[in-house]
Each structure stands twice: as C-alpha cells, then as structure tokens.
C-alpha cells in the first residue's frame, strides 16, 4: 500500500498519471490530506467514484488518531502515536498567542545524552515524513498549531531527510503554506548535517548547549567528540543568516554541575560574536537518571550574568512535568 501522507505534489501527479487519474486528481489530494486532513478517501467527495474506490484499494492516506491522551495541570497535552512495534509522543503547549507542537522523528535515540529519558530508551527506528506530519494534522487542537518544534523523541539530524521533506510539505504552497520560521529544528549538532540544514531550510535552530566545557559536555552528551560545540559555533558564526532564522541555544541546569558562574562565563567566550540566544531549561528530575534542578535564584544569577555580558538569555516555562511532558522527559510508553 502507497502512504500519500509525505508525497510532494509531483509524486502524488506521477501516481495519478500512473493509475489513469486526471492530472488536477493530486492537487485534490493534497488540499483533502494537507489542508482539510481527512483520512477516509470515502470522504473526498469531489473526487470520483472511480478514483476513490482505486485508492483504496492501492493506497492509505496516511493520516492516524493517537490512541492515548493526557493533560496536565497547566494544560499541556501529551499524545501517544503507534509506530512499528513501539511508540512516539508529541506534546501540545497552548499559550495565551500561540499552540505549539513539540513533535518526535525518531522511535528513541542514538545520542546517549545522560541526562535525557528518551536516550535511555535506546534506538527504536527512525519516522518517515508522513509518520511526522501525522502528528502535525492529527492530534485533537492540529487547526490551533502556530509553531512547530522537533524537539521530542530523537535527533533530528540523524533523520534529516524526512525531517526535510516533513518541512517542504509544511512550507509548501500546495501544502499548508506555513512560514519556516514557524518550525525550529532542534539538533546536538552533526555538523556535517547541519551545513545540509543551514543551506537547504530556512527554519530557525535550536542547539543542545548544556555545558560550554568541552570535556564537561562531553561527559553529558557523548556525541561532544565526534561534534565538539567549539565546531558547532564556528560553523554557525560563518552564515550570514542574521535577520533571517534564528538561533538559540538550550541549556538545561544541573544542580553543582554546570550552573555557577564560571560556566555562564564560559558561555560568554563560546558564543561571543554571535547573534543568539540561550534558553535556560529547569531539570525534569528521573529516577533514573543522577542529576538534580537548579534552583530559582541560581537559575536567576546565571541569566542575568549572560544578559548583563551581552548574550540575550531567558529562562523556559516549565511545561507537562506532572505527564512526562516535558523537556528530556518522552519515553514513548503506553500508559
């Protein structure tokens, strides 16, 4: 069975010329999938008897319901998709101007980061597009989304080219048509990759900071030897990306490990002469995992320190901590 859900507007032309459809039959398709996001192709009604009864027979939309839910107290809600023989989580943030979607495109990952549950969930497989998009146009608020963030389960860039393709549909005109400063893309920074992504998408990114040492991040985040963030910002300083995407920086604070000031200080050097911003992200305590949150007032002197130093910083809302909803928190488990 073909999966429409993922095909650009050519593919969906070449099939339709294929199968004996009329060549309009995959702008149809699109406005149905992309636009409108029905999944029965009973239901698209201005489509032949023909064409819909082939469909079926040859082809799935590719659009599924999550078959779990849950709200926190502050209103986030978590989604559990089937994929495989495992299971995926996208979180919806609502605020006061805005919905976001944190979605996932791998089932785990590779990473290894100490610090994350997902990482210790191990690598499961990666998503295609369609499996991506699916979480965009099938969760319950998909007409309130305003933003997109791939900050759930996986590394982005260790999936790039369905993550890029996911974003064309999203950008496209005979998709939805969205900005692509709609959607960050969230990366620990393979740099190879992220050359691919600062050329080839114009969505903002955000990088897995966490620690300014290297040999500190390195105990973190594995992947610091083979991607040291030393690499990571030279890459970043030399495109002339200014006005366009913006970058950011995400800094999650551990209590005694990397939330002194030397370490906001080595920030400043790190990151001097480049036009970003750093997030400050409150720890999600595990048991599983031995690290402990910062607390309010050192989290406070940490931002003010890179502020007053000239590096713009805020400090995240914490969001879905009560339903494992929040950063480094998704383990893709059915409840």
């Known amino acids: 069975m073909i999966t429409l859900l993922g095909l650009s507007l050519n593919e969906l032309q070449d099939l339709c010329l294929q199968e004996g459809f009329p060549k309009f039959t995959a702008k149809q398709l699109c406005d149905w999938i992309y636009i409108k996001h029905v999944r029965d192709f009973d239901a698209m009604t201005n489509l032949s008897l023909k064409t819909r009864a082939r469909l079926k027979e040859i082809a799935t939309s590719g659009l599924f319901a999550p078959i779990e839910g849950h709200c926190s107290v502050d209103g ?28 996932s495109c791998q089932r785990g990952c590779k990473m290894g980061c100490r610090f994350c549950v997902t990482g210790q969930q191990g690598f499961h497989g990666s998503l295609t597009a369609g499996e991506i998009l699916n979480q965009i146009f099938s969760v319950p608020e998909s007409e309130a989304i305003t933003n997109v963030v791939f900050m759930g389960m996986g590394e982005p860039l260790d999936n790039f080219e369905a993550v890029k393709r996911a974003i064309e549909v999203m950008t496209s005109e005979w998709g939805p048509a969205w900005s692509p400063h709609r959607i960050t893309v969230s990366t620990v920074g393979i740099t190879p990759v992220l050359c691919r992504l600062l050329d080839e998408c114009q969505c903002h990114v955000a990088v897995s900071l966490h620690n300014a040492f290297a040999n500190e991040r390195m105990a973190m985040m594995p992947m610091q030897k083979a991607y040291p963030i030393a690499d990571i910002v030279a890459l970043l300083k030399r495109y002339n990306w200014y006005g366009q995407r913006r970058i950011s920086f995400e800094y999650t ?5 990397n939330d002194d000031l030397n370490h906001a200080a080595e920030i400043v050097k790190l990151l001097k002469g480049l036009k970003c911003r750093v997030n400050l992200i409150r720890f999600h305590a595990s048991p599983d995992v031995p690290y402990k949150t910062s607390d309010e007032r050192t989290m406070t002197a940490f931002r003010d320190y890179l502020d007053s130093h000239g590096v713009t910083c805020t400090i995240r809302a914490s969001r879905g901590e009560d339903i494992m909803a929040a950063c480094g928190l998704l383990a893709g488990k059915k409840q």
């Open 76 to 103: 986030t809600k978590k989604y559990l998709f089937a994929s495989g023989d495992s299971y995926i989580e996208s979180v919806y943030i609502p605020a006061d101007d805005r919905g976001t979607l944190c979605v």
């Open 253 to 257: 604070m551990f209590r005694g490990v």
